[in-house]
């Protein structure tokens, strides 16, 4: 598993237009799944450790998250022949197990993630109601452990959209697993 960081890109940036289809065949509108506040993006597979490690952690903001008008969705960008834990039947099933309440979508071309300049599982894109990018960074201090969290970035960053409080600027990159990248 190569480990890589998400890349920076500019706040205000403008979320891309996008179509797809959960692992059920059906299908979301980039624009008409955000809440009243907001939508959290996230970039994210079935097998990296990174992703799966933050997971749980990720199902319970995204509750969190759409109390306070910000709702959620997962991309799989890793459709790939080689790593079959990614295919969207095995999507299917990690919904159930993990009991993944929001839209985990499947990016079968790899445009969208192209689109979003995504780099990593996970990487963590929030817009607010005007579809800008507020934030784009890790979960929070800690990946690999939830006990030793310090500090939970991405849900203060949810906070503060929802009460019109700033971001903070200064915003650390996610990391993870290397996107899967076809070769065309």
């Known amino acids: 598993m190569a480990l890589i960081e998400s890349i920076k890109i500019e706040l205000g940036t403008r979320m891309p237009d996008f179509e797809l289809k959960d692992p ?3 299908i979301y ?3 008409q799944i955000y809440g009243k ?3 959290l993006v996230a970039f994210t597979c079935n097998h990296c450790p990174y992703a799966q490690a933050i997971w749980p952690r990720l199902i319970r903001l995204a509750k969190e998250a759409q ?3 910000v709702n959620t969705i997962g ?3 890793n459709i790939h022949p080689g790593y079959p834990d990614d295919a969207p039947e095995r999507m299917r099933e990690k919904i159930k197990e993990w009991g993944i309440s929001f839209p985990y979508l499947v990016d079968e ?3 969208i993630a192209r689109a979003f300049q995504a780099q990593c599982t996970p990487d963590l894109y929030l817009f607010d109601s005007a579809h800008r990018l507020v934030y784009h960074g890790r979960l929070d201090d800690n990946w690999k452990d939830e006990a030793q969290v310090k500090k939970q970035e991405l849900k203060e960053a949810i906070e503060n959209l929802a009460s019109g409080k ?3 600027q ?3 990159p996610s990391m993870g697993c290397s996107i899967k990248w076809r070769e065309d």
Do not use: A
Request: net charge positive; hydrophobic share 20%; glycine share 12%.
């Open 75 to 77: 991309i799989n960008p």
């Open 109 to 111: 071309t790899q445009e």
């Open 29 to 31: 509108k980039g624009d």
């Open 170 to 172: 200064k915003q650390n």
């Open 67 to 69: 109390k306070l008008g």
């Open 166 to 168: 700033p971001i903070p």
């Open 24 to 26: 059920f065949e059906k």
């Open 37 to 39: 506040k907001g939508l």
